[in-house]
């Protein structure tokens, strides 16, 4: 059915089990990983697909599967939805009644964050990094924004030099200091929901593909390829699979910052889970604009 999302209730976790909280069993391979999550939301619609993508010209013997997260629901924005998933049962659980969120004027995790919000009932501030001619003048109803509008988040635009300067830990700190003062209960969640206990949503990725591995006998990856923006997804993934019966090797292209910041970046969020691994040994990361260059040199 069209329209805006409906918002969290205790009837609406009894039908179907979705947007139903549930108790969390990681997967074995997983369970020295600390800390540990209690408890999920079911957000999105899994497992997704994992079908052949006929690709011309590939070399001999080369095979190009696609995980098809594009299909776990249109409004929580594909593969935005799995850290959501632990990051807003963390946020009900500590008694949050709005949610704090950073990224660019298009993020499509501040869309799908907004939408999470809107289903659980929670408030959802926004803090969208756009150009300085732009800061100043009403948005509008574009792409992700319009989204946005119609769950009712409540936008704050910062220029990218801002952006830059302050960082967007501490301006969402700002925006977190505020709502303590006026009464709130605020949830921060980083940029691109890229934290350690979102990481728990890309080390499901791994269970899933091994189960759909295991209903499929011939199936077999040697290697992941993903775009890396936030370095969440890379390090559930990474993580997963050298854990996992799966140990395919990981390779990202970061689309913003060089490989070196999001080695530290991956090796703190593994850090925090007490994984004892190297980012550099699990995950693979290149410039795509350099590789690009290259390409077409």
């Not at 059915?1 to 209730?9: F, I, L």
Request: glycine share 10%; net charge negative; hydrophobic share 40%.
């Amino acid at each position: 059915m069209a329209g805006v999302p409906a918002t969290y209730s205790s009837a609406t976790a009894q039908i179907g089990g979705f947007l139903s909280k549930k108790p969390y069993a990681p997967p074995s391979w997983a369970t020295h990983l600390s800390p540990m999550p209690s408890h999920t939301f079911s957000l999105g619609h899994f497992p997704t697909p994992i079908h052949k993508w006929n690709l011309p010209n590939l070399p001999e013997g080369t095979e190009v599967w696609i995980k098809r997260d594009d299909l776990s629901g249109m409004q929580l924005s594909g593969n935005k939805v799995r850290k959501l998933e632990f990051l807003m049962a963390d946020a009900v659980a500590q008694g949050a009644d709005c949610i704090i969120t950073v990224g660019g004027i298009q993020s499509n995790h501040c869309r799908a964050t907004a939408v999470a919000a809107k289903y659980l009932n929670l408030d959802c501030y926004l803090i969208l990094r756009t150009s300085k001619l732009l800061v100043d003048k009403d948005p509008g109803l574009v792409g992700n924004l319009l989204v946005e509008r119609l769950v009712g988040a409540h936008i704050d635009l910062v220029s990218k030099e801002e952006y830059g300067k302050i960082g967007s830990v501490a301006l969402a700190d700002l925006l977190k200091k505020r709502l303590l003062e006026e009464g709130r209960k605020p949830y921060v969640i980083p940029v691109g929901g890229s934290n350690s206990l979102g990481t728990w949503g890309y080390i499901e990725v791994i269970r899933e593909i091994e189960q759909q591995i295991q209903q499929s006998a011939d199936a077999h990856f040697d290697d992941i390829v993903v775009a890396c923006g936030s370095g969440g997804t890379i390090a559930g993934l990474a993580l997963g699979s050298r854990l996992s019966s799966l140990k395919a090797k990981v390779h990202a292209f970061s689309v913003c910052d060089d490989p070196e910041y999001f080695y530290d970046y991956v090796q703190g969020l593994i850090d925090g889970l007490q994984s004892g691994l190297n980012s550099h040994d699990i995950v693979s990361i290149e410039n795509v604009r350099v590789r690009l260059r290259h390409e077409h040199s």
